[in-house]
């Protein structure tokens, strides 16, 4: 089956020299104006291509739910005119409690076209233990009119916080003491509501998206309409549009990739959306298997984790991997850098398929900036590149030891934090650049053109007990490489110890390759352990001392979402693991024998 090409901007870098040694890094194409906002696609398509799939979910018979562009706006319109009548006014703010859903989707749009403020809150807030306490903070911060859950049931805690239990509560479900959300899609007049949305500004937010708060108390994110339109157009301008694209993702849209990414671009380019009832977890993974054998995305976004399972998946089903590669022209990815080998892997299980290289393609963002910083529009051949600044921005890079802190500016970036004047303030330099917390570096220094690789985050990196400072994103990478594939993820320890040391989870499907008679439990398999020694004391030998690793332990145990030790996106929060697992980073560097930790 034929694929459209990709058609890629060239790699060009315009750069800005200061004294100091500070570069400010551009792009040389124009961005344009962004005078428009994500909400007006939805009646524009509804009228050219009224009858195609805009969204689709499991039913609880293992079916697909569907809903067309023109049946998608009739919704919209009939919700928006129902809160006008429930008392819904400009700057009202909604909270969305539960998933992703096609209702979740039709309220929020709804509420977006009509100037209340979409606030879409991670579930496991309201489901996992210890998630009630953010959640009373993110309520008091937000004080919402609205509440939106797809189980009015299900998510019956979040009553127990008094500013939420004073809003209005919608549901799918119809629970007790809610408003079913059948009821507001019946409504037929909608003037109030066309009104309402004619003045919607493109510089009204739009939405609040929370931080994960791993380092401490959730900050809600104001997003602009402009903020939105304008990392939609950056991307557009690096990397040709898809037509009518078809997608299965699983990333939640209360995060700015899952929301801002992908849902949004689905929308602008009118294609199809598949919510992905799995996640790249090995308990849940199953799911997405069984969804990408019924549907051929035409693009697929993931997180490294998601693509390591896809990629052993398809190793044992080829006819998986003719499904899922027949008709896609990208694989993207975010949020940590993937491994060499996942990243062969992808490009040998490509070609060997299609007979075509399937370009792997890698971005970098914030919630800050909705999320565009900068992107590889070209196929990506190492681990960590995260390319060159996106059209109309700014990124400042101030030097630091051998690396860069990395700043931005430009239309994509967030007005500040709600309620919270004084960490807008400390969040902006003194020219406005947008403080990322963050440090990258050029691959190669003399060929800048060729990008930037993300070195680590400021807040994650750590002084050695001799004052030295180790960068976790660069050891990440090397040590995840250095064990080709036999290794999931790692966390570094090490913080004012003489030595680094890590906490390991296996992928059980290269280590029972290493085992000559794999065990019931691989972490303790002789020749896997040997072989991760040998790969270490490799390592060891071609870094500094800063980077040396003097034992490691294997987890068995996976990194705990309810503890945060993973995030909503899975990927590894390495302060949450240091702090949850204090007991077995101390056994790291017990001088007496045991049995969990190996010495390198």
């Given at each position: 089956m034929s694929t459209k090409a990709l058609t890629f901007a060239a790699r060009e870098l315009s750069i800005e020299c200061r004294t100091d040694g500070t570069l400010v890094l551009s792009s040389p194409l124009e961005l344009g104006k962004c005078d428009w906002r994500i909400t007006d696609f939805l009646p524009s398509w509804a009228g050219s291509v009224p009858d195609r799939i805009f969204l689709a979910q499991r039913n609880a018979n293992g079916g697909?739910?569907?809903?067309?562009?023109?049946?998608?706006?009739?919704?919209?319109?009939?919700?928006?005119?129902?809160?006008?009548?429930?008392?819904?006014?400009?700057?009202?703010?909604?909270?969305?409690?539960?998933?992703?859903?096609?209702?979740?989707?039709?309220?929020?749009?709804?509420?977006?076209?009509?100037?209340?403020?979409?606030?879409?809150?991670?579930?496991?807030?309201?489901?996992?233990?210890?998630?009630?306490?953010?959640?009373?903070?993110?309520?008091?911060?937000?004080?919402?009119?609205?509440?939106?859950?797809?189980?009015?049931?299900?998510?019956?805690?979040?009553?127990?916080?008094?500013?939420?239990?004073?809003?209005?509560?919608?549901?799918?479900?119809?629970?007790?003491?809610?408003?079913?959300?059948?009821?507001?899609?019946?409504?037929?007049?909608?003037?109030?509501?066309?009104?309402?949305?004619r003045a919607v500004s493109c510089d009204d937010v739009a939405k609040i998206l929370f931080t994960s708060g791993s380092t401490g108390f959730p900050k809600g994110v104001l997003n602009t309409h402009r903020m939105m339109?304008?990392?939609?157009?950056?991307?557009?301008?690096?990397?040709?549009?898809?037509?009518?694209?078809?997608?299965?993702?699983?990333?939640?849209?209360?995060?700015?990739?899952?929301?801002?990414?992908?849902?949004?671009?689905?929308?602008?380019?009118?294609?199809?959306?598949?919510?992905?009832?799995?996640?790249?977890?090995?308990?849940?993974?199953?799911?997405?298997?069984?969804?990408?054998?019924?549907?051929?995305?035409?693009?697929?976004?993931?997180?490294?984790a998601g693509y390591n399972l896809l990629c052993d998946a398809i190793e044992n089903d080829l006819d998986l991997g003719a499904s899922v590669f027949k008709r896609l022209d990208r694989l993207s990815y975010a949020g940590a850098a993937i491994s060499q080998g996942t990243l062969e892997k992808l490009n040998r299980l490509t070609s060997s398929i299609t007979g075509r290289r399937i370009p792997v393609m890698s971005g970098y963002g914030t919630t800050e900036t909705a999320p565009t910083i900068s992107t590889t529009h070209w196929a990506t051949d190492q681990p960590g590149e995260i390319g060159l600044p996106a059209p109309g921005l700014r990124l400042k890079l101030i030097p630091v030891s051998d690396t860069y802190e990395a700043r931005v500016k430009g239309p994509n970036v967030t007005p500040g934090y709600l309620g919270r004047p004084d960490l807008t303030e400390k969040a902006f330099d003194e020219e406005g650049f947008y403080r990322i917390g963050d440090t990258v570096s050029f691959l190669d220094p003399q060929k800048p053109e060729l990008g930037l690789r993300f070195t680590g985050r400021i807040s994650e990196n750590f002084k050695l007990a001799n004052g030295t400072w180790v960068s976790i994103g660069n050891m990440r990478a090397a040590i995840l490489a250095a064990t080709r594939g036999v290794l999931l993820d790692i966390v570094v320890a090490g913080e004012n110890r003489e030595s680094c040391a890590l906490l390991c989870w296996l992928n059980p499907t290269e280590a029972a390759r290493i085992s000559k008679a794999p065990a019931a439990d691989l972490t303790c398999d002789p020749f896997v352990i040997q072989f991760l020694k040998d790969r270490f004391q490799?390592?060891?030998?071609?870094?500094?001392?800063?980077?040396?690793?003097?034992?490691?332990?294997?987890?068995?145990?996976?990194?705990?979402?309810?503890?945060?030790?993973?995030?909503?996106?899975?990927?590894?929060?390495?302060?949450?693991?240091?702090?949850?697992?204090?007991?077995?980073?101390?056994?790291?560097?017990?001088?007496?024998a045991n049995r969990d930790v190996i010495q390198i």
């Open positions: 697909w739910d569907e809903i067309t562009y023109s049946e998608a706006w009739l919704q919209v319109q009939a919700v928006g005119q129902s809160l006008i009548d429930m008392g819904a006014k400009p700057a009202d703010k909604l909270a969305v409690l539960s998933g992703n859903s096609i209702e979740n989707a039709v309220i929020s749009f709804a509420a977006m076209s009509m100037g209340v403020i979409l606030a879409p809150i991670s579930p496991n807030y309201t489901l996992m233990p210890g998630g009630l306490a953010r959640l009373q903070d993110i309520a008091e911060a937000l004080r919402p009119k609205f509440v939106f859950v797809q189980s009015g049931r299900d998510f019956s805690a979040g009553r127990s916080i008094p500013e939420l239990a004073a809003a209005t509560w919608i549901s799918v479900d119809g629970a007790p003491d809610t408003v079913p959300f059948g009821a507001l899609t019946t409504r037929t007049e909608s003037e109030s509501f066309a009104g309402a949305s339109a304008s990392s939609l157009q950056m991307g557009s301008l690096l990397v040709s549009p898809p037509d009518a694209p078809v997608q299965v993702e699983w990333l939640p849209w209360h995060h700015t990739m899952g929301s801002n990414v992908i849902l949004h671009s689905i929308l602008k380019n009118g294609g199809t959306l598949y919510i992905d009832d799995g996640r790249p977890l090995p308990q849940l993974f199953h799911k997405t298997i069984a969804n990408l054998k019924e549907i051929s995305p035409t693009a697929m976004f993931n997180v490294p490799e390592y060891n030998e071609t870094v500094g001392s800063s980077e040396l690793i003097c034992s490691f332990s294997l987890l068995k145990d996976p990194p705990s979402l309810a503890a945060g030790e993973i995030t909503d996106k899975a990927y590894v929060n390495q302060r949450a693991v240091l702090k949850h697992r204090s007991d077995q980073v101390e056994r790291l560097y017990c001088n007496e």
